[in-house]
Every structure is written in C-alpha cells, then in structure tokens.
C-alpha cells in the first residue's frame, strides 16, 4: 500500500503522485488521473488529493487485514467480508453504509418533528397570550365603564379591583414569558440540531458521520418533549346594582391559573419508539466514505 502523498506516480514513475486512488491503491499524477477516470472500468473511481493524505491511516481487520464492509449488530463491532462468514456467520448484520442511512433517516425525522411540535406550541402560546392580554384589557375597559358610573368615594374601590387585576395580569405574563422562553431555548437546540445535520451531509468519513448522528440523537434524547400550558383567563363579572348597593355588590375577579408540567410518559415513549428503531452504532475510525 502507498506510504506517502510526496512519491511519484505509481503509474508513469516520474509525475509528482498528489492523487490517491482509493479503489486502486495507488497514487497518480493530474494526467495519470484524468486517463484513469476516462476508462469504463474506473471512471467511478473516488480520488484523495492533497499534501496530508495518509492512507496508512484507514483501519483494516486485524485478523484478515482487508476493509470493514458490515456491521455486527450481535457483537457491535465493524467487521470484514471474511469475518462475515466465519466468525459472525450465524450473526445480524447489515453493511455500514445501511445501518448509518437508516439512523441518518431516523434522526432527521425526530429533528423535523421536535422543531414542528415546539413551533406548533409556540405558536398556541402565542395565541393564548395574545388572547389573555385581550382579556386582561377587556376587563379592564369592564371596570373602568363601571368606575364611570360610579361617584368619587368609590375610586379606590376602583383602583383597588385594578390593581389586583393587573398584579395578578403582570404575574402571570411573567410565568408566560418564562415558559415561552423554555420553548424557545428548545426550538434553538432543535434548529443547531438542524444545522449540523445539515452540514454533517459533507462529511465523507463514515465513521465521523455515525458519531455525529450519535451525538445529535443524545442531544434531541436529553430535551424532553414539552406540551404547551393551559393559558390562563380572566374576566370581570360585572353586576348591576344601584348607587346605593355599589360599595357591597361591586364586581369581583376571577382567574384561571397557568397550568403547565411537562409529560414525562410521553418523553419515555418516544425514547422507547428511538430505541426500537435505531439500530445503535459504535465503531472506531473507518475509511472516508460519502454517505450523504
């Protein structure tokens, strides 16, 4: 096998060979190269170019001293096509290139759907605070048509349902910013989940793309799916009553408080339905591959 990116060319022995065939074992000059991939046989053939190409560095099975093709699912390891047939003959396997498809498909859709479920929730709670805000000024805009009908000495009561009113308003919007925040933090972890995966589809090396998917599926794992809160209401329910009665029968407020806990079981199960799906991959370092 070649030793360095610095020797000739295996081919015409006098060009510089700055390209490493990855199917050939060989190393090539830009013309050699261009003449190699014109033949029918090789115009598929994958090249490596540049000064810090080391191909000594691709693991081999130690005991066949030829390529990883398949992964063992029963003993969780990279083995080779005489391993696949001795040893780990009577084993699951499956070729690399599948398993990693199959968790690269898998980690996509749990990415695309955590995004859409905190957005379809961010949006609700958009709506509700919208709506609670709405109902904070309507019953605001309640009290105060009652506060004109009424004389000086009832102002205080007034000011009074008011303040309560908007305390209680002020407290639970704070609440809702801080669980719309939670949703957010989310929605920006799902969204760098994204964009890694993204990025992670110019990664030749198989290896480096299984540990990559790996690492993102334990990210999307740690986030536990949240459901959006029961939005609080308000309203002021007004009574009509004489001057006479106003000091005694004024208007109360009601509230419906936030209700908001995240589903534990419903995280469970989707972690169950992961695990039942994914086939799980460790392996050391294998040859650069494009599988995206």
Same mark, same amino acid.
């Not at 390529?67 to 499956?94: A, G, L, Q, R, W």
């Not at 000024?137 to 004109?148: M, Q, T």
């Given at each position: 096998?070649?030793q360095?990116a610095s020797?000739?060319?295996?081919?015409c022995?006098?060009?510089?060979?700055r390209?490493?065939c990855?199917q050939?074992d060989q190393?090539?000059?830009?013309n050699?190269?261009t003449?190699?991939?014109r033949?029918?046989?090789?115009?598929n053939?994958?090249?490596?170019?540049?000064?810090?190409?080391?191909?000594?560095?691709k693991?081999?099975?130690?005991e066949?001293d030829?390529?990883?093709?398949f992964?063992?699912t029963?003993?969780d390891?990279?083995?080779?096509?005489?391993?696949?047939?001795?040893?780990h003959?009577?084993?699951?396997?499956s070729e690399?290139?599948?398993?990693?498809?199959?968790?690269?498909?898998?980690v996509k859709r749990v990415i695309?759907?955590k995004?859409e479920?905190?957005?379809?929730n961010l949006?609700?709670?958009e709506?509700g605070?919208?709506?609670y $805000?709405?109902d904070i &000024?309507e019953a /605001?805009?309640? @009290?105060?048509e009652?506060?004109?009908?009424?004389?000086?000495w009832?102002d205080?009561?007034v000011?009074?349902?008011?303040?309560s009113?908007?305390?209680?308003?002020?407290?639970n919007?704070?609440?809702?910013?801080?669980?719309?925040?939670d949703?957010q933090?989310?929605?920006e972890k799902?969204?760098k989940c994204?964009?890694a995966f993204?990025?992670g589809q110019?990664?030749?090396?198989a290896?480096?793309v299984?540990?990559?998917?790996?690492?993102?599926k334990s990210?999307l794992d740690?986030?536990?799916e949240?459901?959006p809160?029961v939005?609080?209401?308000v309203?002021?329910?007004?009574?009509n009553v004489s001057e006479r009665?106003?000091?005694?029968?004024?208007?109360?407020i009601?509230?419906?408080?936030?209700?908001?806990?995240?589903d534990?079981?419903?995280k469970?199960r989707? $972690?169950?339905?992961m &695990?039942k799906? /994914?086939?799980? @991959?460790?392996m050391p370092?294998?040859?650069?591959q494009?599988i995206?």
């Amino acid at each position: 096998m070649a030793q360095s990116a610095s020797k000739s060319c295996d081919i015409c022995m006098s060009g510089p060979g700055r390209n490493y065939c990855k199917q050939c074992d060989q190393w090539m000059c830009e013309n050699c190269k261009t003449l190699h991939l014109r033949s029918k046989m090789c115009r598929n053939h994958t090249f490596l170019s540049g000064s810090n190409i080391n191909p000594e560095e691709k693991p081999f099975c130690k005991e066949h001293d030829e390529n990883f093709i398949f992964y063992c699912t029963e003993c969780d390891m990279p083995i080779c096509k005489m391993c696949s047939v001795k040893k780990h003959k009577k084993h699951n396997m499956s070729e690399i290139n599948e398993s990693t498809q199959e968790l690269k498909a898998e980690v996509k859709r749990v990415i695309d759907s955590k995004i859409e479920s905190v957005k379809t929730n961010l949006d609700k709670i958009e709506q509700g605070t919208r709506k609670y $805000q709405s109902d904070i &000024k309507e019953a /605001i805009r309640v @009290i105060k048509e009652d506060g004109k009908q009424m004389k000086q000495w009832v102002d205080k009561k007034v000011q009074s349902l008011i303040t309560s009113l908007e305390d209680k308003g002020s407290t639970n919007l704070q609440a809702l910013h801080s669980i719309r925040t939670d949703f957010q933090k989310d929605l920006e972890k799902f969204q760098k989940c994204q964009t890694a995966f993204t990025d992670g589809q110019t990664i030749v090396d198989a290896t480096k793309v299984l540990a990559q998917l790996k690492r993102l599926k334990s990210e999307l794992d740690g986030v536990c799916e949240k459901q959006p809160p029961v939005m609080p209401t308000v309203k002021y329910n007004k009574k009509n009553v004489s001057e006479r009665e106003i000091i005694n029968l004024f208007g109360d407020i009601s509230f419906r408080e936030i209700v908001y806990s995240v589903d534990q079981t419903q995280k469970k199960r989707d $972690q169950k339905t992961m &695990k039942k799906n /994914i086939v799980q @991959i460790q392996m050391p370092v294998l040859w650069e591959q494009n599988i995206f």
